[in-house]
Nanobody, 121 residues
Framework: VQLQASGGGLVQAGGSLRLSCTPSGRTFSSYAMGWFRQAPGKERDIVAAISWSGGRIYYTDSVKGRFTISRDNAKNTLYLQMNSLKPEDTAVYYC???????????????WGQGTLVTVSS
């Protein structure tokens, strides 16, 4: 499964962006999906995760109330709506797929190429 993330860009603090992730080669409707981010010099960390049905959702504490993960299995697309963006949200954002709902980076076996989000103060 190849994943294509898009929607990143430069935005001022307080602004919004919506990231999208689409796979190529096969459907991912039966996979759990996650968004991760990696800032310069830091490890890649989970931002949000969603089970295949959407019934289980996780957010890391720093984005709760500001970010929303969702998926449209009919359109084979994963989303991350990011509101009230802060400079500390600046990072390369990656989408990833896992066969079961997990929260660890090592549990995700399929990764996109990443999309850069830059939040200016």
């Amino acid at each position: 499964v190849q994943l294509q993330a898009s929607g990143g860009g430069l935005v001022q603090a307080g602004g919004s962006l919506r990231l999208s992730c689409t796979p190529s080669g096969r459907t991912f409707s039966s996979y759990a999906m996650g968004w991760f981010r990696q800032a310069p010099g830091k490890e890649r960390d989970i931002v949000a995760a969603i089970s295949w049905s959407g019934g289980r959702i996780y957010y890391t504490d720093s984005v709760k109330g500001r970010f929303t993960i969702s998926r449209d299995n009919a359109k084979n697309t994963l989303y991350l709506q990011m509101n009230s963006l802060k400079p500390e949200d600046t990072a390369v954002y990656y989408c990833a797929a896992a066969r079961v709902y997990e929260l660890g980076t090592k549990d995700y076996h399929y990764w996109g190429q990443g999309t850069l989000v830059t939040v200016s103060s």
